[in-house]
Protein backbone atom coordinates (compact mmCIF):
# COMPACT_ATOMS: atom_id res chain seq x y z
CA UNK A 1 0.00 0.00 0.00
CA UNK A 2 2.71 2.81 0.97
CA UNK A 3 4.80 1.54 -2.77
CA UNK A 4 1.46 2.30 -4.31
CA UNK A 5 0.82 5.01 -2.32
CA UNK A 6 4.68 6.67 -3.51
CA UNK A 7 4.15 5.65 -6.84
CA UNK A 8 0.98 8.05 -7.05
CA UNK A 9 2.44 10.84 -4.96
CA UNK A 10 5.28 10.40 -7.72
CA UNK A 11 3.30 10.50 -10.80
CA UNK A 12 0.68 13.36 -10.15
CA UNK A 13 3.72 15.46 -8.71
CA UNK A 14 4.65 15.15 -12.44
CA UNK A 15 1.48 17.35 -13.86
CA UNK A 16 0.26 20.07 -14.07
CA UNK A 17 -3.01 22.29 -14.76
CA UNK A 18 -3.19 20.93 -19.02
CA UNK A 19 -2.56 17.84 -17.60
CA UNK A 20 -5.63 17.85 -15.72
CA UNK A 21 -7.55 18.89 -17.84
CA UNK A 22 -6.65 16.47 -20.96
CA UNK A 23 -7.14 13.97 -17.82
CA UNK A 24 -11.11 15.23 -17.31
CA UNK A 25 -12.03 15.51 -21.20
CA UNK A 26 -10.95 12.08 -21.68
CA UNK A 27 -13.07 10.87 -18.54
CA UNK A 28 -16.13 13.04 -19.95
CA UNK A 29 -15.99 11.46 -23.30
CA UNK A 30 -15.60 7.85 -21.82
CA UNK A 31 -18.61 8.58 -19.71
CA UNK A 32 -20.77 10.17 -21.81
CA UNK A 33 -19.80 6.81 -24.44
CA UNK A 34 -20.81 4.41 -21.67
CA UNK A 35 -23.98 6.40 -21.21
CA UNK A 36 -24.80 6.15 -25.11
CA UNK A 37 -23.04 3.14 -26.17
CA UNK A 38 -21.29 1.95 -29.17
CA UNK A 39 -23.11 2.97 -32.12
CA UNK A 40 -23.79 5.91 -30.70
CA UNK A 41 -20.21 6.99 -29.79
CA UNK A 42 -19.28 5.73 -33.23
CA UNK A 43 -21.07 7.99 -35.25
CA UNK A 44 -20.09 10.65 -32.99
CA UNK A 45 -16.35 10.01 -33.99
CA UNK A 46 -17.07 9.21 -37.44
CA UNK A 47 -18.73 12.71 -37.72
CA UNK A 48 -16.27 14.62 -35.59
CA UNK A 49 -13.59 13.04 -38.30
CA UNK A 50 -15.49 13.93 -41.28
CA UNK A 51 -16.46 17.56 -40.10
CA UNK A 52 -12.92 18.29 -39.74
CA UNK A 53 -11.65 17.04 -42.97
CA UNK A 54 -14.79 18.57 -44.40
CA UNK A 55 -13.52 22.08 -42.91
CA UNK A 56 -10.17 21.46 -44.68
CA UNK A 57 -11.02 20.63 -48.12
CA UNK A 58 -13.60 23.25 -48.49
CA UNK A 59 -12.15 26.30 -46.40
CA UNK A 60 -10.92 28.37 -49.09
CA UNK A 61 -14.47 27.88 -51.25
CA UNK A 62 -16.16 29.43 -48.56
CA UNK A 63 -13.11 31.79 -47.47
CA UNK A 64 -13.41 33.35 -52.09
CA UNK A 65 -16.80 33.66 -50.92
CA UNK A 66 -16.13 36.05 -47.86
CA UNK A 67 -13.71 38.05 -49.93
CA UNK A 68 -15.76 38.68 -52.73
CA UNK A 69 -18.86 40.06 -51.07
CA UNK A 70 -18.07 41.28 -47.57
CA UNK A 71 -14.39 42.08 -48.43
CA UNK A 72 -12.40 41.09 -45.62
CA UNK A 73 -9.29 39.76 -45.55
CA UNK A 74 -8.05 36.47 -47.32
CA UNK A 75 -6.56 35.28 -44.15
CA UNK A 76 -10.05 35.71 -41.72
CA UNK A 77 -11.95 34.61 -44.60
CA UNK A 78 -9.74 31.31 -44.48
CA UNK A 79 -10.44 30.92 -40.98
CA UNK A 80 -13.77 32.03 -41.07
CA UNK A 81 -14.71 29.52 -43.53
CA UNK A 82 -13.18 26.76 -41.70
CA UNK A 83 -15.67 27.21 -39.60
CA UNK A 84 -18.69 27.61 -42.05
CA UNK A 85 -18.13 24.65 -43.86
CA UNK A 86 -17.34 22.82 -40.65
CA UNK A 87 -20.64 23.96 -39.30
CA UNK A 88 -22.34 23.10 -42.94
CA UNK A 89 -21.10 19.71 -42.35
CA UNK A 90 -22.21 19.23 -38.89
CA UNK A 91 -26.24 19.66 -39.91
CA UNK A 92 -25.78 18.03 -42.67
CA UNK A 93 -24.92 15.11 -40.85
CA UNK A 94 -26.31 15.63 -38.04
CA UNK A 95 -29.62 15.04 -40.11
CA UNK A 96 -28.35 12.26 -42.30
CA UNK A 97 -25.94 10.09 -40.12
CA UNK A 98 -27.45 10.78 -36.84
CA UNK A 99 -31.17 10.69 -37.33
CA UNK A 100 -31.16 8.28 -40.82
CA UNK A 101 -28.38 6.22 -40.39
CA UNK A 102 -28.27 5.66 -36.84
CA UNK A 103 -31.87 5.38 -36.52
CA UNK A 104 -31.52 2.24 -39.40
CA UNK A 105 -28.62 0.99 -37.26
CA UNK A 106 -30.83 0.68 -34.16
CA UNK A 107 -34.16 -0.10 -36.27
CA UNK A 108 -33.49 -4.16 -36.03
CA UNK A 109 -30.71 -4.05 -33.12
CA UNK A 110 -31.85 -5.13 -29.41
CA UNK A 111 -30.20 -6.00 -26.31
CA UNK A 112 -31.67 -8.56 -24.47
CA UNK A 113 -29.79 -9.64 -21.71
CA UNK A 114 -27.79 -7.83 -19.37
CA UNK A 115 -24.42 -8.66 -20.13
CA UNK A 116 -25.10 -7.25 -23.82
CA UNK A 117 -26.66 -3.60 -22.86
CA UNK A 118 -23.04 -3.86 -20.26
CA UNK A 119 -20.74 -5.03 -23.25
CA UNK A 120 -23.02 -2.45 -25.74
CA UNK A 121 -22.00 0.35 -23.26
CA UNK A 122 -18.58 -0.27 -22.46
CA UNK A 123 -17.27 -0.43 -25.85
CA UNK A 124 -19.01 2.90 -26.63
CA UNK A 125 -15.81 3.97 -24.72
CA UNK A 126 -13.28 3.13 -27.03
CA UNK A 127 -15.26 5.36 -30.38
CA UNK A 128 -15.65 8.41 -27.71
CA UNK A 129 -12.04 8.28 -26.28
CA UNK A 130 -10.62 8.50 -30.03
CA UNK A 131 -13.35 11.98 -29.91
CA UNK A 132 -11.26 12.89 -27.18
CA UNK A 133 -7.93 12.48 -28.49
CA UNK A 134 -8.66 13.98 -31.65
CA UNK A 135 -9.96 17.22 -30.03
CA UNK A 136 -7.19 17.63 -27.35
CA UNK A 137 -4.76 17.15 -29.85
CA UNK A 138 -6.65 19.69 -31.73
CA UNK A 139 -6.79 22.27 -29.24
CA UNK A 140 -3.17 21.86 -27.84
CA UNK A 141 -1.90 21.93 -31.28
CA UNK A 142 -3.84 25.29 -31.64
CA UNK A 143 -2.35 26.48 -28.90
CA UNK A 144 1.44 25.98 -29.55
CA UNK A 145 0.80 26.62 -33.43
CA UNK A 146 -0.53 30.24 -32.93
CA UNK A 147 0.86 33.39 -31.34
CA UNK A 148 -1.22 33.19 -28.22
CA UNK A 149 -0.03 33.66 -24.42
CA UNK A 150 3.37 32.62 -23.49
CA UNK A 151 1.80 31.40 -20.55
CA UNK A 152 -0.64 28.55 -22.49
CA UNK A 153 2.68 27.64 -24.43
CA UNK A 154 4.92 26.66 -21.94
CA UNK A 155 1.56 24.89 -19.98
CA UNK A 156 1.64 22.69 -22.80
CA UNK A 157 4.85 22.05 -23.13
CA UNK A 158 5.80 21.24 -19.28
CA UNK A 159 2.72 19.16 -19.57
CA UNK A 160 3.14 15.18 -19.88
CA UNK A 161 0.04 14.32 -21.37
CA UNK A 162 -0.47 17.37 -23.17
CA UNK A 163 3.59 17.70 -24.93
CA UNK A 164 3.17 14.00 -25.70
CA UNK A 165 0.43 14.44 -27.50
CA UNK A 166 1.27 17.13 -29.79
CA UNK A 167 4.76 15.37 -30.77
CA UNK A 168 2.69 12.39 -31.59
CA UNK A 169 0.23 14.47 -33.61
CA UNK A 170 2.27 17.14 -35.32
CA UNK A 171 0.60 16.64 -39.06
CA UNK A 172 -2.35 18.70 -37.18
CA UNK A 173 0.13 21.95 -37.29
CA UNK A 174 0.43 21.85 -40.69
CA UNK A 175 -2.95 22.04 -41.46
CA UNK A 176 -3.93 24.15 -38.62
CA UNK A 177 -1.70 26.80 -40.40
CA UNK A 178 -2.93 26.24 -43.65
CA UNK A 179 -6.14 27.52 -42.08
CA UNK A 180 -5.60 29.78 -39.62
CA UNK A 181 -2.28 30.76 -40.28
CA UNK A 182 -2.79 34.36 -42.53
CA UNK A 183 -5.57 35.38 -40.09
CA UNK A 184 -3.03 35.83 -37.37
CA UNK A 185 -0.17 36.21 -38.80
CA UNK A 186 1.98 33.02 -37.97
CA UNK A 187 2.04 29.54 -36.71
CA UNK A 188 3.19 26.49 -37.14
CA UNK A 189 4.44 23.47 -34.86
CA UNK A 190 7.29 22.79 -36.98
CA UNK A 191 8.36 25.13 -39.56
CA UNK A 192 11.49 24.57 -41.92
CA UNK A 193 12.87 25.42 -45.24
CA UNK A 194 15.30 22.29 -46.99
CA UNK A 195 19.33 22.67 -46.21
CA UNK A 196 20.21 23.11 -49.80
CA UNK A 197 17.50 25.41 -50.51
CA UNK A 198 17.60 29.00 -51.63
CA UNK A 199 14.01 29.38 -50.82
CA UNK A 200 13.03 32.43 -48.45
CA UNK A 201 9.90 32.69 -46.11
CA UNK A 202 7.63 35.50 -45.71
CA UNK A 203 7.52 34.66 -41.64
CA UNK A 204 4.36 38.20 -41.60
CA UNK A 205 5.48 39.11 -38.15
CA UNK A 206 8.45 41.01 -37.10
CA UNK A 207 9.65 41.13 -33.49
CA UNK A 208 12.60 42.60 -31.33
CA UNK A 209 11.40 40.89 -27.94
CA UNK A 210 13.42 37.81 -28.20
CA UNK A 211 16.20 36.08 -25.60
CA UNK A 212 19.01 33.39 -26.23
CA UNK A 213 17.77 29.95 -24.64
CA UNK A 214 21.23 28.40 -23.33
CA UNK A 215 19.66 25.53 -22.10
CA UNK A 216 17.83 24.30 -25.37
CA UNK A 217 20.82 24.87 -26.95
CA UNK A 218 22.66 22.45 -24.90
CA UNK A 219 19.36 20.04 -24.89
CA UNK A 220 19.51 20.59 -28.87
CA UNK A 221 23.36 19.61 -28.99
CA UNK A 222 22.86 16.52 -26.78
CA UNK A 223 20.16 15.24 -28.61
CA UNK A 224 22.17 15.23 -31.99
CA UNK A 225 24.84 13.49 -30.50
CA UNK A 226 22.38 10.83 -29.22
CA UNK A 227 21.50 10.60 -32.44
CA UNK A 228 24.85 9.63 -34.02
CA UNK A 229 25.94 7.84 -30.85
CA UNK A 230 22.72 5.15 -31.79
CA UNK A 231 24.46 4.69 -35.25
CA UNK A 232 28.01 4.75 -34.10
CA UNK A 233 28.80 7.95 -35.19
CA UNK A 234 31.47 10.25 -33.29
CA UNK A 235 29.95 13.04 -31.35
CA UNK A 236 30.15 16.53 -32.72
CA UNK A 237 32.49 19.10 -30.66
CA UNK A 238 30.41 21.94 -29.19
CA UNK A 239 31.63 25.78 -31.29
CA UNK A 240 30.60 28.64 -29.48
CA UNK A 241 31.58 30.72 -32.05
CA UNK A 242 29.25 28.27 -34.45
CA UNK A 243 26.70 29.08 -31.80
CA UNK A 244 27.62 32.67 -32.16
CA UNK A 245 26.77 32.82 -35.65
CA UNK A 246 23.47 30.61 -35.70
CA UNK A 247 21.99 32.85 -32.48
CA UNK A 248 22.92 36.13 -34.92
CA UNK A 249 20.70 34.32 -38.06
CA UNK A 250 18.47 33.46 -35.76
CA UNK A 251 17.80 36.84 -34.14
CA UNK A 252 17.93 38.66 -37.85
CA UNK A 253 15.27 36.06 -38.90
CA UNK A 254 13.28 37.40 -36.35
CA UNK A 255 13.98 41.33 -36.13
CA UNK A 256 13.33 41.06 -40.52
CA UNK A 257 10.18 38.78 -40.74
CA UNK A 258 11.62 36.27 -43.25
CA UNK A 259 13.01 32.43 -42.78
CA UNK A 260 16.10 31.57 -45.22
CA UNK A 261 19.54 30.29 -44.99
CA UNK A 262 20.11 33.27 -46.75
CA UNK A 263 19.97 36.90 -45.76
CA UNK A 264 17.57 39.38 -47.27
CA UNK A 265 21.54 40.43 -48.40
CA UNK A 266 21.84 36.92 -50.15
CA UNK A 267 24.50 36.26 -47.69
CA UNK A 268 24.84 32.45 -47.18
CA UNK A 269 25.19 30.04 -44.23
CA UNK A 270 28.48 29.89 -45.75
CA UNK A 271 29.14 33.29 -45.90
CA UNK A 272 28.07 34.11 -42.61
CA UNK A 273 30.66 31.88 -41.12
CA UNK A 274 33.30 32.98 -43.08
CA UNK A 275 32.38 36.48 -41.58
CA UNK A 276 32.86 35.16 -38.59
CA UNK A 277 36.62 33.51 -39.51
CA UNK A 278 35.64 30.40 -39.43
CA UNK A 279 37.38 28.06 -41.61
CA UNK A 280 36.27 25.06 -43.10
CA UNK A 281 36.08 22.27 -45.69
CA UNK A 282 32.75 20.81 -45.24
CA UNK A 283 29.39 22.69 -43.61
CA UNK A 284 26.23 22.98 -43.49
CA UNK A 285 22.92 24.70 -41.65
CA UNK A 286 19.73 23.67 -40.37
CA UNK A 287 16.98 25.61 -39.45
CA UNK A 288 13.96 25.49 -37.68
CA UNK A 289 10.84 27.03 -35.94
CA UNK A 290 9.38 25.28 -33.44
CA UNK A 291 7.83 25.62 -30.10
CA UNK A 292 10.45 23.81 -27.93
CA UNK A 293 13.35 21.76 -28.61
CA UNK A 294 11.79 18.33 -28.81
CA UNK A 295 9.65 19.11 -31.70
CA UNK A 296 12.73 21.45 -33.61
CA UNK A 297 13.94 17.77 -33.20
CA UNK A 298 11.59 15.59 -34.33
CA UNK A 299 10.74 18.08 -37.24
CA UNK A 300 14.97 17.44 -38.15
CA UNK A 301 14.72 14.01 -37.89
CA UNK A 302 11.63 13.12 -40.12
CA UNK A 303 13.05 15.09 -42.59
CA UNK A 304 16.04 13.72 -44.98
CA UNK A 305 17.99 16.97 -45.84
CA UNK A 306 18.25 17.73 -42.51
CA UNK A 307 18.48 14.05 -41.17
CA UNK A 308 21.55 14.05 -42.95
CA UNK A 309 23.28 16.86 -41.83
CA UNK A 310 23.24 15.75 -38.38
CA UNK A 311 24.31 12.16 -39.13
CA UNK A 312 26.74 13.67 -41.49
CA UNK A 313 29.82 12.06 -41.34
CA UNK A 314 32.19 14.96 -42.32
CA UNK A 315 31.18 17.45 -39.74
CA UNK A 316 32.80 17.49 -35.99
CA UNK A 317 31.75 20.49 -34.75
CA UNK A 318 28.37 21.99 -34.28
CA UNK A 319 27.20 25.49 -32.86
CA UNK A 320 23.14 25.42 -32.10
CA UNK A 321 21.79 28.92 -31.57
CA UNK A 322 18.35 29.11 -30.07
CA UNK A 323 16.78 32.34 -29.85
CA UNK A 324 12.79 32.20 -28.08
CA UNK A 325 10.90 34.73 -29.63
CA UNK A 326 7.79 34.58 -26.99
CA UNK A 327 4.54 33.67 -28.46
CA UNK A 328 6.29 33.19 -31.76
CA UNK A 329 7.87 30.20 -30.86
CA UNK A 330 11.69 28.93 -31.08
CA UNK A 331 14.18 29.42 -33.81
CA UNK A 332 17.10 27.04 -34.02
CA UNK A 333 19.95 27.38 -36.33
CA UNK A 334 22.29 24.11 -36.18
CA UNK A 335 25.59 25.04 -37.95
CA UNK A 336 28.19 22.23 -38.68
CA UNK A 337 31.64 21.85 -39.56
CA UNK A 338 34.17 19.76 -40.41
Given at each position: MENLNSFLVQLLSGLNWVDVAVV??????AVEGYAVGFFAALTDLIGFITVFFIGLVFYVFFGRILVQTISISPGFANAIGFFIAAFVAEIILGVVVKKIV???????????????????SFLGIIPAVF??????????????SLPLSGFLKKSVT??????????????????INSVFGGAVNEGIAFFTVEPKSNESVNLNFKTNQFSADKAAETKMLNMVNEEREKRGLGKLVSSQSLTQVGRRHCEDMFKRGYFSHYTPEGLSPFDRMAQADISFEYAGENLALAPNTDLAMQGFMESPGHKANILGENFAKLGVGAIDGGIYGEMFCQEFTD
Open positions: LIFLFYFAKMLKNFSLETDFEKYLYSAFILVSFILTMILDSRLGSKTVIDTQGFAKQ
